[in-house]
């Protein structure tokens, strides 16, 4: 089955890299799972507010410069499990365009995070 981004995955890749766009609209024709952006670009009060609650590690976060997306399931879930044809999607995608991403999943912690890599685009 062929997936499409929904608006707000659109509203949401706005301000984000153009290469990280790219990938995210190209897992979306590979993937196996269906998904939606939750995540792009984060004003810097929200990081404080994740980091407050403990849902963010840093304030040093690549959403706040673009580099960063969240991906999840869709229909929303938060099984580890699920994520995984996602994150292969991600790699795929990013491999046949040729831009560096980390996924969150290969972390252990965060697997709805994909950033760019920072060596490739400080």
Known sequence: MTYRLSQRS???????????????KRAIEITEADFVVIEGVRHIERQRQLVAKGASQTMNSRHLTGHAVDIVPYPVTWEKEAFIPIVEAMARAAEELDVVVEHGHDWGWDSPHHELDRKVYP
């Open 10 to 24: 659109m509203q949401n890749l706005s301000g984000v890299h153009p290469d990280l766009v790219a990938v995210v």
